[in-house]
């Protein structure tokens, strides 16, 4: 299965692209953002450009897709316009050339966000959705357009909060990294509580969903550790200096994933938990 991996220069897309080139059957072909700068064996397109995106789709003519390049967090306030080409306008432009660059099945990595919060219980795939931000926003409506494909197939997974080598803005990285001298802030402790997945955990998420079969043409998984883990439990697991994070008061937060799906149709297991202490 020839494997088209967007976004491959970010951390999951290396971790990714490494994973399907272990495996037999698969061969991953890495698009990176020009900005990025295309190395050996890479393409490099700006996925918001739907023309030039189309080109290459076109002629490497994947049998799957994994589709990870996105504007994130803060950076989509920014650039409004550069996160509607790239998180939506791409999405759009996959969903049409589905049919012309003869691919089968679009895996989208779509986010939590999506839920906003939901106060006390996990969410399921079919929780309200909240759409706060104008990242959860994008993601929604990228969502949307792979939905209305009409022809292949399509998966979105809700990616908890990653953490793991390669994640710098996660909670888990600024805790282990921070000092006396630059602590970290910490909302909550008890009452700000989160999802935590392990970065090789969303790899693994992703390798088996372009395989799987899918309940729906357009199927929607969430994929986090489904351990409901407060800020407390985390400076308790990594063993965190008092000195290194400063408490500030917030109002009550709760995300966190009910991974049922995940497990019944793509064999989703997490292998690792945050609890656990500092890892690799």
């Known amino acids: 299965m020839k494997v088209l991996v967007t976004g491959a220069h970010g951390a999951i897309g290396r971790r990714l692209v490494a994973a399907l080139g272990q495996r037999p059957g698969f061969s991953p072909v890495s698009l990176v953002s020009p ?3 295309g190395g050996p064996g890479q393409v490099a397109v700006d996925v918001g450009d739907p023309f030039a995106f189309r080109a290459v789709l076109a002629d490497v003519r994947p049998d799957a897709v994994v589709h990870l390049a ?9 650039d409004p316009e550069l996160t509607e080409a790239v998180n939506v306008g791409s999405a759009v432009t996959l969903a049409e050339a589905q049919r012309d660059a003869g691919i089968g099945r679009i895996v989208f990595v779509s986010t939590s966000a999506v839920y906003g919060d939901q106060y006390d219980r996990p969410a399921d795939e079919s929780a309200p959705l909240r759409l706060g931000t104008s990242y959860a926003s994008s993601k929604h409506r990228a969502e949307q357009a792979l939905a209305a494909a009409t022809t292949g197939d399509s998966v979105s997974l809700r990616v908890f909060n990653m953490f793991g080598p390669g994640t710098p803005n996660s909670l888990v990285t600024r805790l282990l990294e921070a000092t006396p001298d630059r602590p970290v802030p910490l909302r909550g402790p008890d009452d700000f509580v989160r999802d935590y997945v392990h970065i090789d955990d969303v790899a693994a998420a992703i390798v088996s969903a372009l395989a799987a079969p899918l309940p729906q043409p357009h199927s929607v998984f969430n994929i986090g550790s489904g351990i409901a883990t407060s800020n407390r439990d985390i400076v308790r697991a990594l063993g965190c200096d008092p000195a290194t994070y400063t408490l500030v008061d917030s109002p009550p937060s709760y ?5 049922d799906l995940a497990r019944r149709w793509l064999d989703f297991e997490p292998t690792r938990t945050v ?4 890892q690799p």
């Open 70 to 78: 996105a504007l994130t967090g803060a950076a989509c306030d920014v």
């Open 275 to 278: 609890l656990a202490g500092p």
């Open 255 to 259: 995300s966190v994933a009910r991974i």
């Open 35 to 37: 900005r990025a700068g």
